[in-house]
C-alpha cells in the first residue's frame, strides 16, 4: 500500500492518493503516506488543513518537510506575516530558497544586516537552476542600495559558464532591465555576436561581451583566446579582461593544455579570480612543477578555499619545494599539522609529511546499555530504518539523516551518533552505518565507519585474481556503500556497480558461461565479475591504483589520455583528473584502501607507497586491452 502511494505520488495522482491514505492509518509510516496526500494539492491546501497537518506529525521529519514546502509557497505568494510566523518553527533550515526569503524579510523589517546580503548572494550564486526567492531577495537588495551592480553580473557570468541561460536571463532583468532584448544573441551565437561588433560601450555592452566570451570559452577556449587577445581586451575592463583569462585557462587546464598557466599568466591582479579558477590555476602549476605559482594561487584563494585539506595540504608542499630553510620546514609542518589523520586522502598525505604512517585509530570506549536504548527508542531513526526496509529507501534516507543531523540544533551528539550507527550497523544498512559514524569529529570507530561484509567472499575472490582485498573494499565503499540492490543513473547496479555492458564482456573474458544481466545481482556473481574487471584494469594500467580506479569509474579510455603529458606525482595526477567526480572518487577510494589495509593486517601503512608516479605508457610495452570496456 505505501509503495503504491510512492508510485502515486510520483506520478502526481492526487485521487489514489486520497483514495489510499485511509488504509495508512496507524502504521508506522503513516506520516509518509499524510504527506504525500497534503503535498500533491498542497498549492490548493488551506492554512487550517496545513495547521492540522503540522500539529498532528509534530516532532516529525515530515512535519518539518511540510512546514519547508509551505514555506516557499508563502514565499512566493509574497505573504510576509504568516512566512515569518512559519520560519520561527522551522527546524531543518537548510534550504537556501527558504534562507533567502527569510532574510528578505530582515531587510523589510529593518533587521538586515551586511552580512545578511552576503549570504544572499553567496546562496544565489551557489543555485545553479533559476529560484524564486533568492533573486527576489537580490533585486530587492539592489533596488535597496545594499549591493552592487558587480554582484549581479557575476551571478549572469557563472550562470553562463554553467549553461543555466534562464538564470543569466534573471540577472540581467534585475540589473539592466532595457537590455535583456540583447541578450539572446550575446548567449545563443556568440561568435557571431564578438565577430559582428567593433565596439562595446557602456557597462551592459562590455558585460553581455564578457558573456559571450564565456560562452566561446565553453566550447572553444583557444578561439576566444584569440578574439580577447586581438580584439577585445582594449575595450574591457582589467577586471573584466582577469575573468576571462581566469576562465580560459581554467578550461584549459581541465583539458590539460600546456597552454593553461600561460593564458593564466595574462591575469594582472589574483584578486579578480574566484576559487574555481584559482583551483584549477593551482592544478595546472603543480603539473608543470611552477611551485610558486601553487602557493601564490593558494594565499589568494578565499579563507574557506584556503582552509580546504587539498589546499592545505598543497601549501605545505610548496614550502618544501626548492631547496627550503628551517622557516619553510616550519611553516610546512604547520600546514601539515592542522590536517593530518586518517579519515581522507589528504590528511593521510599530511600524516606521512609528518613522519606517521596509517594505522587502525583506537576503538571508543564501548555504547552504553542506555546509549544503546536510546537509538532504539528514536521514532525518526526507526521510521528511517523501516522505510529503507520496506523499499522506500530515498524516504528513509531523508527521514534518516534529519533524526540524526536536523532534529536538534547541531544534530545529535558524538556517542547518539555512534549508538545511531550502531543501530544501522546490527540492520546491515551499511550506507546509513558509515555515514552516520563519519560525522564523529573527536572519536573514530573503524568498524562502523569501514565495515566489511561478505569478508570471506571479498578475501576469497580478490586472492583468487591477484588483487589486495583493502583494495577491492576500498572501491566497494565508495561505489554502493554495501548496497546490495544499488544501482546508479547510468545503469551500474549491484555491490561493485557493474555496468551491463561490462559485466556481459567480463563474464565472457573469465570463461562463466550461461551468465544473464539479471545475476549482477546476485552477490557472488556482482563480486566475481566485479574483481575481475578491476584486475584487468589494474593490469592494463601498469598495476597503478589510482589509474585503475579511475578506468573503473569513468571508463578506461579517459585515464589513458589523461595520463599523457609530463611523469608526475600520482597524488598531483589525480589532483589534475579533469572530472570532479572521478578525481574524488579515486583518492576516496585510496584512502579507504589504507584504512582497510590498516585494519586488514594491523600494521602501519603508506598511502604514498601505493601512489607513485604516473605518465605515458612506455612505448616497448605491449599494447592496452583496446576492448577493455
Not at 498549492?43 to 503540522?54: C, N
Not at 545511531?420 to 562502523?448: F, G, P, Y
Request: neutral net charge; contains cysteine; charged residues 25%.
Amino acid at each position: 500500500m505505501l509503495l503504491e502511494m510512492q508510485k502515486a505520488f510520483r506520478q502526481k495522482d492526487k485521487q489514489k492518493l486520497a483514495t489510499l491514505l485511509p488504509s495508512a492509518r496507524g502504521h508506522v509510516l503513516e506520516p509518509w503516506a499524510a504527506y504525500w496526500e497534503l503535498k500533491a494539492r498542497l498549492e490548493d491546501a488551506p492554512q487550517s488543513e496545513v495547521d492540522a497537518f503540522l500539529q498532528r506529525y509534530a516532532g516529525s521529519y515530515q512535519e518539518d518537510r511540510l512546514r519547508n514546502d509551505w514555506l516557499l509557497l508563502l514565499g512566493q505568494r509574497r505573504d510576509w506575516e504568516r512566512f515569518m510566523d512559519m520560519h520561527a518553527k522551522f527546524r531543518m533550515r537548510d534550504d537556501k530558497e527558504v534562507q533567502c526569503y527569510a532574510l528578505n524579510v530582515d531587510q523589510m523589517v529593518g533587521k538586515g544586516t551586511e552580512e545578511g546580503a552576503d549570504l544572499v548572494l553567496r546562496n544565489w550564486y551557489a543555485q545553479r537552476d533559476l529560484d524564486d526567492g533568492c533573486a527576489y531577495a537580490v533585486a530587492e537588495l539592489y533596488a535597496n542600495k545594499k549591493i552592487k551592480a558587480a554582484d549581479i553580473w557575476r551571478k549572469a557570468r557563472l550562470s553562463a559558464e554553467a549553461n543555466r541561460l534562464r538564470a543569466v536571463r534573471k540577472a540581467v532583468e534585475i540589473v539592466a532591465p532595457d537590455s535583456v532584448g540583447n541578450l539572446r544573441d550575446a548567449v545563443d551565437s556568440p561568435t557571431k555576436y564578438l565577430t559582428g561588433r567593433a565596439t562595446a560601450s557602456g557597462k551592459a555592452k562590455q558585460e553581455f561581451i564578457v558573456l559571450a566570451l564565456i560562452r566561446m570559452t565553453m566550447g572553444d577556449p583557444e578561439a576566444a583566446a584569440r578574439l580577447l587577445d586581438s580584439k577585445w581586451g582594449v575595450q574591457l575592463s582589467a577586471e573584466e579582461r582577469n575573468w576571462i583569462w581566469g576562465l580560459i585557462g581554467k578550461q584549459s587546464a581541465i583539458a590539460l593544455s600546456p597552454n593553461a598557466l600561460t593564458y593564466f599568466g595574462n591575469v594582472t591582479r589574483d584578486a579578480d579570480l574566484n576559487d574555481d579558477m584559482l583551483a584549477w590555476r593551482t592544478r595546472a602549476a603543480l603539473r608543470g612543477g611552477q611551485w610558486k605559482v601553487v602557493s601564490r594561487s593558494i594565499e589568494a584563494m578565499s579563507p574557506a578555499g584556503r582552509a580546504d585539506p587539498t589546499w592545505v595540504y598543497w601549501r605545505g608542499r610548496a614550502y618544501l619545494s626548492n631547496r627550503p630553510g628551517d622557516e619553510d620546514r616550519a611553516n610546512a609542518k604547520r600546514q601539515f599539522e592542522t590536517i593530518a589523520g586518517t579519515s581522507g586522502f589528504y590528511e593521510q598525505l599530511a600524516q606521512e609529511e609528518l613522519g606517521t604512517k596509517i594505522s587502525a585509530p583506537p576503538a571508543p570506549s564501548p555504547l552504553t546499555v542506555e546509549e544503546i536504548a536510546g537509538a532504539r527508542a528514536n521514532p525518526g531513526l526507526n521510521r528511517g530504518l523501516y522505510a529503507i526496509l520496506l523499499g522506500l529507501r530515498s524516504e528513509g534516507v531523508r527521514e534518516w539523516n534529519y533524526a540524526t543531523n536536523l532534529h536538534s540544533p547541531g544534530g545529535l551528539g558524538e556517542r547518539e551518533l555512534l549508538a545511531a550507527a550502531d543501530l544501522a550497523c546490527k540492520q546491515e544498512i551499511w550506507d546509513r552505518c558509515i555515514n552516520t559514524s563519519e560525522r564523529t569529529k573527536t572519536v573514530i570507530d573503524v568498524t562502523q565507519r569501514f565495515p566489511m561484509p561478505f569478508r570471506s567472499k571479498v578475501i576469497e575472490h580478490s586472492r583468487e585474481v591477484g588483487l589486495d582485498p583493502a583494495y577491492v573494499y576500498g572501491l566497494i565503499r565508495q561505489e554502493s556503500r554495501f548496497i546490495m540492490d544499488a544501482r546508479s543513473g547510468v545503469g551500474a547496479s549491484g555491490l561493485m556497480q557493474v555496468m551491463p555492458a561490462t559485466a556481459r564482456w567480463t563474464a565472457r573474458k573469465i570463461g562463466m558461461t550461461n551468465f544473464t544481466p539479471d545475476q549482477i545481482y546476485d552477490r557472488d556473481t556482482n563480486i566475481t565479475i566485479g574483481t575481475a574487471y578491476l584486475k584487468l584494469a589494474l593490469d592494463d594500467f601498469d598495476d597503478s591504483m589510482a589509474l585503475a580506479a579511475a578506468a573503473y569509474n569513468a571508463g578506461p579510455g579517459r585515464p589513458r589520455n589523461w595520463r599523457n603529458g609530463p611523469v608526475i606525482d600520482a597524488a598531483i595526477w589525480a589532483e589534475n583528473v579533469p572530472f570532479l567526480e572521478t578525481r574524488t572518487y579515486v583518492k576516496n577510494v585510496l584512502a579507504n584502501t589504507v584504512n582497510y589495509s590498516a585494519i586488514l593486517t594491523g600494521q602501519p601503512q603508506s598511502i604514498k607507497a601505493r601512489l607513485g608516479t604516473i605518465g605515458p605508457r612506455n612505448a616497448a610495452e605491449p599494447e592496452p586491452n583496446k576492448d577493455l570496456p
